[in-house]
Nanobody
Framework: QVQLVESGGDLVQAGGSLRLSCAAS????????MGWYRQAPGKQRELVAI???????NYADSVKGRFTISRDNAKNTVYLQMNSLKPEDTAAYYC?????????WGQGTQVTVSS
């Protein structure tokens, strides 16, 4: 089992920045890729950014150049730095840990961007 706890969500004005954190615990040695997903009301959950165990990163087109995912293996924590936030970034953001057998989810943290 892997447990994930997100933090850092908040209400911010358009153009502002936030940093989300996701602390992993439990059977972390089974974790390969880690990612951030988001889900806005009435919409499907979508991938925002993912980082592999080797440090390779991929981003959704909508956040490229504004968001940065990073990983501190010593702290078992993954971060999402979000800059130049837009109202359309408003969503519940979920951390995910990919293992060979399944995907683990955190409880989510709310990001609200006001115009």
């Amino acid at each position: 089992q892997v447990q994930l706890v997100e933090s850092g969500g908040d209400l911010v004005q358009a153009g502002g920045s936030l940093r989300l954190s996701c602390a992993a615990s439990g059977n972390i040695f089974s974790v390969r890729d880690m990612g951030w997903y988001r889900q806005a009301p009435g919409k499907q959950r979508e991938l925002v950014a993912i980082i592999t165990s080797g440090g390779r990163k991929n981003y959704a087109d909508s956040v490229k150049g504004r968001f940065t995912i990073s990983r501190d293996n010593a702290k078992n924590t993954v971060y999402l730095q979000m800059n130049s936030l837009k109202p359309e970034d408003t969503a519940a953001y979920y951390c995910a840990a990919h293992t060979l057998s399944r995907l683990y989810w955190g409880q989510g943290t709310q990001v609200t961007v006001s115009s």
